[in-house]
């Protein structure tokens, strides 16, 4: 899984695009030179990289609507990152666990008793049950190296 978070150049550009997009009213002072460094500030701004980050992660685009309530145009807009902007993470112990759960599940859905027995992709329950035992073995040693 890619873990994307939202770097300084990211939140500057943010910041910009609020600026240039948004009605003054909008963000209250909050993005004015001499507030921007302010724990408000900077609360409203993580929001709105913690949503586009969640929008990131999911896959399901780039970007974040700005509501046309909001917009001096008065139209829906939408506030996106370059590149450069984002930094990303690949999450391998995530991507073991959410595997070794979808075994699991597999396993469980079926209730076969036969190790033998044929069930979804070509798979005896006897070979999900190995591939189990291997994740669990990959997560574990995954587990080591980042303690």
């Known amino acids: 899984?890619?873990?994307?978070?939202?770097?300084?150049?990211?939140?500057?550009?943010?910041?910009?695009?609020?600026?240039?997009?948004?009605?003054?009213?909008?963000?209250?002072?909050?993005?004015?030179?001499?507030?921007?460094?302010?724990?408000?500030?900077?609360?409203?701004?993580?929001?709105?990289?913690?949503?586009?980050?969640d929008v990131l992660d999911s896959g399901n685009g780039d970007e974040i609507e700005i509501s046309q309530h909001d917009t001096i145009s008065g139209h829906i807009e939408f506030l996106s990152v370059t590149d450069e902007g984002i930094d990303v993470e690949f999450d391998l112990i995530f991507d073991a666990e959410r595997r070794l759960e979808d075994l699991e599940d597999e396993l469980q859905e079926t209730e076969w008793s036969d190790p033998n027995r044929v069930f979804g992709r070509d798979k005896t329950y006897a070979s999900v049950a190995q591939e189990i035992e291997d994740c669990k073995l990959e997560l574990s040693k995954l587990n080591k190296e980042v303690s």
């Open 1 to 53: 899984m890619k873990k994307h978070m939202i770097n300084e150049n990211g939140m500057q550009q943010i910041v910009d695009q609020l600026k240039s997009q948004c009605k003054p009213i909008v963000f209250d002072g909050w993005l004015d030179d001499d507030l921007i460094d302010s724990r408000r500030s900077q609360e409203m701004l993580s929001a709105w990289a913690s949503d586009l980050e």
